[in-house]
């Protein structure tokens, strides 16, 4: 294995716009495989986005929304799309505000992950808010969320009653639970 | 906050089927909002996946491919999409054991999780590959990769040099320093 490997990439040879909406768009590569077969491949563009773990007295932010595409609500950390052109710090520091009405002094780095690279290109930013201080918040006009504060031991029970059931907000859990072993995130 | 508080649960008034696929399937709902209003989502359906934090000699096993929509090779943890009514640890088993070679005497679940809540219903499964004995990887026929193994420290780095970069490989990482730390995954 050897840095920037990409003896295996794929040769784009057609590219079919199906849809381009107000979130995401969806397009169909035609690709030449390295074995010189061709196959097709169904890629979502997403702008990316960023979310925030920010505990205060160690509890952690969160809100619960309704997720049309689970039918269901869910209990996840704060979190939103990254305008254009905006930093992923300045992102986060916006967001947590609106959602929750904190605002943050810094937004420290934890890592950023792509949520499903097999078919789309959403980047999401995790970052670790510092220096809080309370406020109001201020919601989206079609955004409906309730914020609360959960303890280490609450936020691991509602992973385990699946209340807690995304992504970011289980790796958030997770880098809290090692910065409270180690006093680091990794 | 109530156990399954759906008080903000949008209603649909009309899907409209975009996109029929090999791998997702693409949705425009629009729904009423809980203020009255109406508002459309962009909803992506998948059929879930597995993924496997797998263990030898201390070492994880990852592979590297090519990732069409982020047009370059990333290092993952092995993981695949589930077949049509196929239980999830009987696809992390074969998954691992395709792409690895490694047979798997039983699959402990470290936690499943919603990949993008906001437009997708990709429910990805992680587990703790146990009772590993090497054999022989057979690839799908339009799959190409490498496996190799990192150690927690060559893993750490990986990701700080974006090399490993996507949600679910971030989370088994974040879970094995928790296992390393505590003897379990939370």
Redesign the interface.
């Known amino acids: ?1 050897t ?4 003896k ?3 040769v784009t040879l057609e590219t079919e716009k ?2 381009d ?4 768009s ?1 397009q ?2 035609r ?1 030449r ?3 010189g ?1 061709t ?6 563009r ?1 702008p990316g ?1 960023v979310c925030v773990l920010a505990l205060v007295d160690d509890k952690m932010l969160v809100v ?7 039918g ?5 950390i704060p979190a939103g ?1 990254l305008d254009p052109g905006e930093e992923p710090s300045e992102a986060a520091k916006r967001e947590l505000e609106e959602e929750t009405g904190y605002r943050c002094g810094s937004m420290r780095p934890i ?12 980047l ?1 930013h995790l970052f670790f808010a510092e220096q809080l201080t309370p406020g109001q918040a201020n919601l989206d ?2 955004e ?3 914020c ?1 504060a959960l303890t280490f031991e609450q936020a ?1 029970q509602y ?1 385990a009653e699946g ?1 807690i ?4 907000t ?2 958030a ?3 809290w ?2 910065y409270r ?2 006093g680091d995130f ?1």
């Open positions: 294995m840095n920037a490997n990409d295996y990439a794929e199906i849809f909406g107000k979130v995401i969806l169909v590569d690709v495989l390295p074995n077969e196959a097709t491949r169904e890629i979502v997403h986005a619960e929304q309704y997720r049309k595409p689970l269901r609500s869910q209990v996840e799309k890592s950023s992950f792509y949520t499903s690279p097999g078919f789309a290109d959403e999401l006009e079609d409906f969320l309730d609360t691991k992973i209340r059931s995304d992504a970011k289980i790796a859990v997770y880098a639970q090692i072993l180690t990794l």
